[in-house]
């Protein structure tokens, strides 16, 4: 496994908003929060791509956006921000040249934070960022590969995955007052406690877990299903919407 990621720039602090106000972020906190973080998830992977800030792009750490990873192909994104569309051609110059890579393109628009893919089945949130048409696209890229793609609305939250993450093949962690449960039906649910709503996304890399420092609650849930996550401070990046998959992609070996 091969996980990328992308340096925070001194930027960060105009990054896009869409649910929350703006507050103040620290940029020397938030490339020491970076590091621990990318060196957390190296540890595990055994693998790293630590790009460097992208200048004048604020929301460029979050590479999740940019990149879909599947073990068949890459597919390169067309995100919903405008501010954004421009991360993609300098994520695509250093991804490795093991594999197809498709591109969306427009009337398309996609964030990776909307796509949550569980095995087979790749579910993708209708959401402010990405719409019917790159859903369409998208299911057409992945259906010689086998894969099903399942449109899910996100009426609550800026993406699929600030709602819901696979924590197991056949468990999810959610938020069911951002995203309908019911669209998950198929899969055993683990609830958010209420007071952390933003931990419906959790991270998972090759048998272990990582929640964000700030839920604790959630940790201590997972434990009763015999997970000891990690915690992982990202307070300035939550202050930007962010959770802790916006800021990696995990790229598997090809096939």
């Known amino acids: ?30 490339l020491r929060q970076h590091d621990r973080y990318q060196q957390a998830l190296a540890h595990v992977a055994g693998a790293s791509l630590n790009l460097s800030a992208l200048p004048n792009h604020a929301d460029a750490c979050f590479v999740e956006d940019a990149l879909l990873a599947f ?5 390169l994104t067309r995100p919903g921000a405008l501010s954004r569309q421009t991360e993609v051609d300098s994520i695509a110059e250093a991804l490795p040249a093991d594999r197809p890579v498709h591109r969306l393109h427009a009337p398309a ?31 057409a890229l992945l259906r010689p590969y086998a894969y099903k793609v399942h449109a899910v609305r996100v009426p609550g939250a800026l993406h699929l995955k600030t709602a819901v993450t696979a924590i197991h093949p056949d468990l999810v962690l959610i938020n069911p007052a951002w ?16 007071d ?11 048998g272990h877990w990582f929640v964000q420092d700030a839920h604790p609650k959630t940790a201590a849930l997972l434990a009763d299903f015999g997970i000891a996550p990690t915690c992982l401070d990202i307070s300035e990046f939550a202050k930007a919407e962010a959770g802790l998959t916006c800021l990696s992609v995990l790229i598997p070996p090809p096939v």
């Open 1 to 30: 496994m091969l996980v990328l990621t992308r340096q925070p720039g001194p930027e960060l602090a105009h990054a896009e908003l869409t649910f929350m106000e703006r507050d103040p972020i620290d940029a020397a906190l938030a």
């Open 71 to 75: 073990p068949e192909l890459f597919v």
């Open 109 to 139: 628009t996609l964030d990776g934070g909307d796509v949550l893919c569980i095995g087979r089945q790749v579910y993708v949130g209708l959401s402010t960022r990405t719409n019917a048409d790159a859903i369409a696209a998208l299911a």
């Open 179 to 194: 995203v309908d449960r019911e669209a998950f039906a198929d899969y055993g649910q683990v609830d958010v406690p209420a």
């Open 196 to 206: 952390e709503p933003f931990a419906g996304n959790s991270l998972h890399l090759a």
